[in-house]
T-cell receptor
Framework: DTGVSQNPRHKITKRGQNVTFRCDPI?????LYWYRQTLGQGPEFLTY????????KSRLLSDRFSAERPKGSFSTLEIQRTEQGDSAMYLC??????FGPGTRLTVL | AQRVTQPEKLLSVFKGAPVELKCNYS??????LFWYVQYSRQRLQLLLR??SRESIKGFTADLNKGETSFHLKKPFAQEEDSAMYYC????????????FGRGTSLIVHP
């Protein structure tokens, strides 16, 4: 499969724990985006990378959220001290248009 | 600020009927508009973009700058068109930050 992959697909965690998600984009794509999607809403932009540089971050992205793309290939999104309001689907997109399957986070 | 409005959460039609999914946008610059589709248990995928002016799976969308709209149309709906449809606005310039609408669920009855 040469599409965008995300791991894990599902994550259940307790409030206060840290979680990390991974996105592997399409290999030749320079841009990588992270979105959050809650029930009944469209994807909301969180941040994006051009190669390894993080160029934009949404005001939605609190200081508990951090994203990296160390070698300009895969990316990770970490949420520290999770809260119940963080429960959502986290989507990654490669070059704007190619979405991964998402990671569904449930914070208990 | 850029905003995308999809006024209908749900659109229900019968097979063979015409379909129009509405999308209005607010943006001060030159907009790039897209429609994405998400079939049940599948990932979000790009359906069409206004600059390509093509028809995909029988769907078309015309950018109307005067009405700030980008409605998605299909003359004869098929059952396999049942899905969530999202309109998205891409900002022009150096930073491309897409804004999505909340989506419209299209159900096509047999």
């Amino acid at each position: 499969d040469t599409g965008v992959s995300q791991n894990p697909r599902h994550k259940i965690t307790k409030r206060g724990q840290n979680v990390t998600f991974r996105c592997d984009p399409i290999s030749e794509h320079n841009r990588l985006y992270w979105y959050r999607q809650t029930l009944g809403q469209g994807p909301e932009f969180l941040t994006y990378f051009q190669n390894e540089a993080q160029l934009e971050k949404s005001r939605l992205l609190s200081d508990r959220f951090s994203a990296e793309r160390p070698k300009g290939s895969f990316s990770t999104l970490e949420i520290q001290r999770t809260e119940q309001g963080d429960s959502a689907m986290y989507l990654c997109a490669s070059s704007s248009f190619y979405f991964g399957p998402g990671t569904r986070l449930t914070v208990l | 600020a850029q905003r995308v409005t999809q006024p209908e959460k749900l659109l229900s039609v019968f097979k063979g009927a015409p379909v129009e999914l509405k999308c209005n946008y607010s943006y001060s610059g030159s907009p790039e508009l897209f429609w994405y589709v998400q079939y049940s248990r599948q990932r979000l995928q790009l359906l069409l973009r206004h600059i390509s002016r093509e028809s995909i799976k029988g769907f078309t969308a015309d950018l109307n700058k005067g009405e700030t709209s980008f409605h998605l149309k299909k003359p004869f709906a098929q059952e396999e068109d049942s899905a969530m449809y999202y309109c998205a606005l891409g900002s022009s310039g150096g930073s491309y930050i897409p804004t999505f609408g909340r989506g419209t669920s299209l159900i096509v009855h047999p």
